[in-house]
């Protein structure tokens, strides 16, 4: 387990993410890729009907153990947070694309985690076709998908949206609104020209 | 990004801003002529209208809750097992419950004849070989364990694929429940032994080599003689599937999971991990003795150790967080605080390392050696003197609570009340651009969830905060920079109204009442450095602003006449004069409600907020110290101001006000009166003070989060969550059940103020009315199908303006029923033919009923003030808050609906203004009896109180949240809105 970071250098690394170091960013995207899985994956294997998971819990979760909360700044959160939806996604997709493939009889596809995880194209929202739309929707305008990213793989309010992308809670939820509709859109086959 | 994309962006979100018809004409001018335009624009409208909660659940929800479904159809089911069956030699005589590990039964040994409890075991572990060889090994360990403080393990039995852990019976409550039916916590005479034989339990066990892992009330057994029998000792990891380690993961171990179908439950199991197992790390003996010490501490103070709605709150309480020490009686010997605090070390080096120590030190305190407080443990753990400061203050402070004996105005309690709900949210958006600079900093000073108060000292060293505890409020003083805090005031049966420290630091001032209600409150004097408390003055209605000099001092008072004035003083409290007074329907600040007025730096100015009854709304003031001439600050309307304070240049005020959804902290440039927003997020902010150099302030800042929850017909014990989000406040106005079963509700979701419906039957949401009018307490009409609602329109001076309206249930048909001004809480009549609501419009609270299709009201009580009417469900009775005046309390009332005089009056607390939520009522469906939720500790529960004048009886058993609002429908079905709130002091920095 050497080279394992403290909860202090994650604070130091956040930091220095937020300050532009990609480096930085190479070095926490595994910790909390494997961070967050395990506790999804945990989460999910428990879920019972009546029981309330929330995405937002999952994150302050990882936060919590990964992070030195007392170091730590508002703005570090944030960045910690926008870290987690990007790693939520990852996670989320990869998983509903191996789901996808095993079904299909694609042969071989180790499934790493809890089928929890894989679960979700039997959901009402294929999260496959939301992947490649939000990358078309990147594409167009890269901060509306910035803000979907956020709020639905991170669970993250409009505050701390807001806070993750430097803008005011009033264009999260103006980005938010047009990015859903558009979504919708693309999701129900009713796409809008251009 | 294209222009063509941002022209799009442009028009779709000005046409979202319109109605139906004014969007019509304005699509047609701004797309003119380019019908691709106009049509891209159409379809992401309509979109968004058809959108309804897509994306609404963040992924993780959608994915979980498929998992869910796949599980439950591929679970192998369970045998079913009925009393009177045999399984291998052992008859079942009857259940016990659905303990830790699967379903306990009560049998008969036909060999043996003796009766025992059998286990039954989770048949994922009874079909799985290996898990089955291990926990055969680990039984037999668990066999070997002969104490008679242990509920001893006989065997294990296989027969037609049911495997079941035979143990001894142990009759009698558990300690769980024995602690439930003491709220305030046991005594150390009933306490002590009980814990002496827990910990014999666990010596022994220990020397065996046997860790329990998941000690817990729930967990201990007390006979009928008073022996102490611990359960399950150990099968925390010889149950769990994945962790040879030991290591008790708080989702993941079958103790837990199999429960989770029982909200709250998981919880309760969590609660007593310690911070190494809730960090899934390797555990030893040193996880019992944390154990142990929670399960002492929750004994002898009659609440958790560690608690949250869910498991990450759970979790961070146990890493982060202090048990509320507080909360331990007066009467817990020294010796024992210092060993539950020596158990409850969060690091395990530091922690009592055997429990043996545990048991010598209890041994000693029940023998009386105890007390004195040389324990034979380390020295390295806080610092227990605090407690006995406190002690100290508690003795001191008890004859000096000389308090005020004058009279009580009606406006006071029945505007303190007024104000305060009728300055909720209200939908209006400001279009303030946001001041806040991306450096501003907000630091959290205190943790504990409960101040209300809070002052910075002038060189920013000190903050001064008050905060709720069990036995009232205390008063605080916290060195910033180290964060130790010593009391000014301990925990008693008092309210605090504010807190201003003297302009040279070297004094506190604090307003402070006794929660009775029945008397005024006094202005105090404490020292900052320690000495003696002074009270100055008697009846001072806000907290007190300093002259610059730091000689004089200005705040507001009620007067039994409904007057209320500013007036100046001398800093020892002599030599009153009155600034300037306020006749009803307008007013200064009043009482219980954290105002405080500011002095200018210049010292000829002094600002204050002052209000208007007949129309909602409060202002800034300023007026002159020497001739007390009045003027305004600025234009702006506000529906709340509390505090207000100079910066240091004499050219803002900071204040803290509310308007739109939330109390936010303002500047406002002086003279000019231009606002604009110093914070601008979704917390709620009470009370600011500044520093002398003005570089930081400090207020209470406030995190409110509620969902709204159903449960069936006399299953109130668990209810279902139906709407998710963590920073939403759903419900928090009230809620209400429709005919066709769905709830009408008002929420801050995504940050604007709506109406919603929920449908119980499908868990969707969906918004009612958009935007505008919405406010608080909606209410449906029964059969009609409609909705009522409060709304505030904006007068053309922009005075906000509170009355009712109706809307069909599909959100169309929007009428305006009142023209008021300030009426509000307003409820159907079963019949749907009335609407009932409060109304301040003529000066004093007031009842009234309109018919549903409009008209003209009709007046129902006159005298008095009377707030929250509700019609029984046979349209026999009409239930509201009444006050006869001055020092009457307030009681719900009852009275004929049809008219005549009130026929009964019962003691429903009432929670006034100063920062409790309104209280929800609802009626039972028989109209026998209506309910309401009480709260203790931070936990709300629902009683019910007959209307014959019986006995109220509790209704639910809840363990966590708070409940904001309660609806029953005519089929007994409850809705509730329920969530978590706390507040704490922050610091904030930057912030110009």
Known sequence: MSGEPSAQEVTILLRAWGGGDRQALDRLTPLVYRELRQIAGRLMAGQRPNHTLQATALVNEAYVRLVDAHEASWQDRAHFFALCARAMRQILIDHARARASEKRGGGQVSIELDEALAAAPASEINLLELDDALKRLAALDARKSQVVELRFFGGLNLEETAEALKVSTKTVQRDWDLARAWLFGELSGNKPNG | ?992
């Not at chain 2, 060999?111 to 048949?123: E, F």
């Not at chain 2, 002590?192 to 827990?198: C, E, V």
């Not at chain 2, 302030?697 to 989000?725: C, F, M, Y």
């Not at chain 2, 909705?787 to 053309?796: D, E, K, P, W």
């Open chain 2, 1 to 992: 990004m294209d222009d063509r994309w941002q022209q799009v962006e442009r028009i779709y979100h000005a046409a979202r801003e319109l109605d139906a018809i004014a969007r019509e004409d304005f699509l047609a001018k701004s797309c003119a002529g380019d019908d691709a335009l106009r049509q891209e624009v159409e379809r992401l409208l309509s979109h968004s209208d058809q959108a309804g909660s897509f994306l609404e659940s963040p992924a993780i929800e959608v994915a979980a809750e498929a998992l869910a479904k796949e599980k439950r159809l591929s679970e192998p089911a369970t045998p079913a097992l009925e009393i009177g069956m045999m399984v291998a030699h052992y008859s079942l005589t009857g259940k016990i419950g659905e303990g830790g590990m699967g379903e306990v039964y009560r049998a008969r040994d036909t060999k043996l004849q003796r009766d025992v409890a059998l286990k039954i075991l989770p048949q994922a572990m009874a079909h799985d070989v290996e898990r089955m060889a291990r926990f055969e090994r680990e039984a037999q360990v668990l066999a070997s364990l002969n104490h008679p403080n242990i509920a001893a393990i006989h065997g294990l039995e296989e027969s037609n694929g049911i495997r079941a852990l035979v143990m001894e019976l142990v009759e009698g409550e558990t300690l769980a429940e024995k602690i439930d039916r003491q709220p305030q916590g046991l005594s150390c005479q009933d306490a002590l032994p009980i814990a002496r034989q827990i910990a014999e339990a666990l010596e022994y066990a220990h020397e065996c080599g046997v860790i329990h892992r998941d000690l817990k009330p729930a967990n201990v057994k007390i006979t009928p003689e008073g022996t102490v029998k611990v359960l399950d000792f150990g099968l925390a990891k010889v149950l769990d599937p994945q962790s040879p380690s030991g290591g008790l993961d708080p989702a993941n171990s079958p103790t837990l999971t199999t429960l989770a179908t029982q909200p709250g439950v998981l919880l309760g199991t969590a609660a007593y991990m310690s911070p190494e197992q809730a960090k899934a790390q390797r555990v030893d003996r040193r996880c019992d003795i944390w154990a142990f010490g929670c399960v002492l501490y929750e004994m002898l103070s009659g609440q958790k150790a560690f608690e949250g709605e869910t498991i990450s709150d759970l979790l961070a309480a146990v890493l982060t967080k202090e048990p509320d020490w507080n909360a331990l009686s007066d009467t817990t010997p020294p010796s024992i605080q210092k060993l539950i605090r020596r158990c409850l070390q969060k690091e395990q080096r530091q922690r009592l390392q055997a429990i043996g120590d545990a048991r010598i030190t209890i041994e000693e305190t029940i023998a009386g050696v105890g007390a004195v407080d040389d324990s034979p443990l380390s020295p390295q753990q806080p610092d227990t003197s605090d407690l006995q400061m406190v002690a100290v203050l508690v003795k001191r402070h008890k004859g000096k609570l000389a308090l005020a004996g004058a009279l009580l105005a009606a406006f006071v309690m029945a505007g303190s009340y007024a104000v305060y709900h009728l300055s909720r949210p209200s939908a209006k958006q400001q279009t303030v651009a946001p001041a806040s600079a991306p450096s501003m900093q907000i630091t959290q000073l205190t943790t504990s969830g409960t101040a209300i108060l809070a002052a910075i000292s002038p060189d920013g060293r000190y903050v001064a905060y008050a905060q709720k505890d069990a036995g009232g409020q205390s008063l605080w003083l916290r060195q910033v920079a180290t964060g130790s805090a010593v009391p000014i005031v301990p925990p008693s049966g008092v309210e605090f109204i504010g807190l201003t420290f003297s302009p040279d630091g070297n004094y506190l001032d604090y307003v402070q009442a006794p929660q009775s209600g029945a008397q005024l409150p006094a202005l105090y004097q404490a020292p900052v450095l320690g000495g003696q408390t002074r009270k100055l003055l008697g009846n001072v209605g806000s907290a007190v602003a300093f002259s610059p000099g730091g000689k004089q001092i200005a705040f507001a008072r009620g007067h039994s006449g409904g007057d209320t004035q500013l007036i100046v003083a001398n800093a020892d409290g002599s030599g009153e004069r009155v600034l300037a007074s306020k006749k009803p329907p307008q007013f200064f600040l009043p009482v219980f409600w954290y105002g405080r007025p500011a002095w200018s730096p210049d010292g000829r100015t002094i600002a204050v907020s002052a209000g208007t009854f007949s129309h909602w709304e409060m202002n800034p003031e300023a007026f002159d110290v020497r001739t007390g001439r009045e003027q305004e600050i600025g234009a702006r309307h506000w529906d709340r101001v509390d505090q207000m304070t100079w910066q240091p240049d004499g050219k803002g005020l900071i204040l803290e006000a509310s308007s739109a959804a939330r109390q936010q902290i303002w500047r406002l440039s002086y003279p000019g009166g231009e606002p604009t927003r110093v914070t601008n997020d979704l917390n709620h902010y009470l009370g600011v003070s500044i520093t002398a150099d003005g570089a930081a302030l400090a207020t209470v800042q406030t995190r409110s989060v509620s969902n709204i929850w159903v449960a069936p017909k006399g299953e109130w014990d668990h209810p279902r969550q139906i709407t998710r989000g963590l920073s939403n406040a759903n419900g928090f106005g009230g809620l209400s059940w429709t005919a066709g079963g769905k709830i009408v509700y008002y929420s801050t979701a995504n940050g604007t103020s709506s109406l919603w419906l929920a449908n119980p039957a499908s868990d969707r949401t969906e918004k009612l009315i958009q935007k505008g009018l919405t406010d608080v307490t909606p209410s449906a009409c029964g059969k009609a199908g409609l909705i009522v609602f409060v709304a505030t329109v904006r007068s053309a001076s922009g005075a906000a303006i509170k009355s009712i309206w109706r809307t069909n249930a599909d959100g169309s048909g929007l009428e305006q029923l009142t023209h008021g001004g300030s009426d509000t809480e307003e409820s159907c009549s079963p019949d749907g033919r009335w609407v009932v609501y409060a109304s301040t419009s003529s000066g004093n609270a007031t009842l009234w009923k309109v018919p549903i299709d409009g008209g003209k009201p009709v007046q129902i009580t006159e005298k008095g003030a009377s707030w929250l009417p509700s019609v029984s469900p046979d349209g026999k009775w009409i239930l509201y808050y009444h006050s006869a005046g001055a020092r009457s309390p307030f009681r719900a009332t009852i009275r004929p609906f049809a008219g005549g005089k009130a026929v009964r009056t019962f003691p429903t607390p009432f929670i006034h203004g100063g920062g409790g939520m309104p209280i929800a009522v609802a009626w039972m469906p028989d109209s026998r009896a209506f309910v309401y939720g009480v709260q203790k500790g931070g936990v709300s529960n629902i009683v019910e109180q007959p209307i014959d004048g019986g006995p109220v009886r509790h209704l639910t058993r809840y363990t966590s949240g708070r409940i904001f609002g309660l609806d029953v429908s005519r089929d007994g079905k409850l809705a509730l809105a329920r969530g978590l709130q706390s507040s704490d002091v922050v610091l904030i920095r930057n912030f110009q």
